[in-house]
C-alpha cells in the first residue's frame, strides 16, 4: 500500500533534482565522485547502481575503482522477490541478461557470479531522498529495504546514500521495516549517521 506523504515527498525531491541546471549538476556530480574516492580499495568489493532518469551517475567513480582495482557489483533482482544480488559489474559491451521494469524505469539485469549484500565491503545506495538520521526514500520498490534488512544480523556491509544536496531533509517519516544507512555523500560533503 502506497503512503500518500511518501508520494508527495518523493514528487517534491524528483522535482528539486529536475530542476538543477546542467552546469550545477556536472559540478556536484564532479565533487561527489571525489569525495567518494577515499571509499576506493584495491580488491574491494562495492555495490554500485545503475541509475534510472536523474539519479546521481557514478560513471566517474566507476572509472576510478576500476583502475584502482576495487570490484564493483550491480544489483541483481530475481522474478518474485525483493531482496536482491549482486553481479560484477559488466566489462565494456558485455550483453544483459534482460531488463528489469518498464519504459524510463527500466534496469539492465547482467549475468555473472551472484554475492549477497553482507559480501560486499561498501555499498553505495541511491535515493531520491535522505533525512539527517540516515533514514532514506527510494523509488518505492523495497527492493534495497529487503536487502538490508536481510543484513540485519550479519557482517554489516558500510551503506553510503548518494545524491544531490536538495535530496537532504531533516526527518522523513519512517516505518518499522526502515533501516539507516551509515552516511551519505552529497555535493555539500559527508554526512555521518549513527545507527540506532
Not at 531520491?128 to 523509488?139: E, H, S
Amino acid at each position: 500500500m502506497r503512503n500518500p506523504a511518501k508520494s508527495a515527498l518523493r514528487k517534491q525531491f524528483r522535482r528539486a533534482r529536475a530542476q538543477m541546471g546542467a552546469d550545477e549538476r556536472n559540478a556536484a556530480t564532479e565533487n561527489i565522485s571525489r569525495l567518494l574516492k577515499p571509499y576506493i580499495k584495491k580488491g574491494r568489493k562495492i555495490g554500485v547502481y545503475w541509475p534510472i532518469g536523474k539519479e546521481l551517475r557514478l560513471d566517474g567513480f566507476v572509472r576510478a575503482a576500476q583502475k584502482r582495482g576495487a570490484k564493483l557489483y550491480l544489483p541483481y533482482i530475481e522474478p518474485n522477490t525483493r531482496r536482491m544480488w549482486f553481479t560484477p559489474y559488466p566489462a565494456d559491451g558485455a550483453k544483459q541478461e534482460r531488463k528489469r521494469g518498464r519504459a524510463k524505469l527500466s534496469v539492465p539485469q547482467f549475468t555473472g557470479k551472484k554475492i549477497r549484500v553482507h559480501q560486499l565491503s561498501l555499498l553505495l545506495v541511491p535515493i531520491v531522498g535522505i533525512d539527517k538520521r540516515g533514514y532514506r526514500l527510494g523509488q518505492a520498490g523495497g527492493y534495497y529495504d529487503a536487502t538490508l534488512s536481510a543484513m540485519k544480523y550479519r557482517l554489516q556491509t558500510q551503506t553510503l546514500g548518494v545524491g544531490f544536496g536538495c535530496q537532504l531533509t531533516d526527518t522523513l517519516p519512517t516505518e518499522p521495516h526502515d533501516i539507516p544507512l551509515n552516511g551519505f555523500v552529497s555535493e555539500l560533503g559527508v554526512l555521518k549517521f549513527r545507527r540506532p
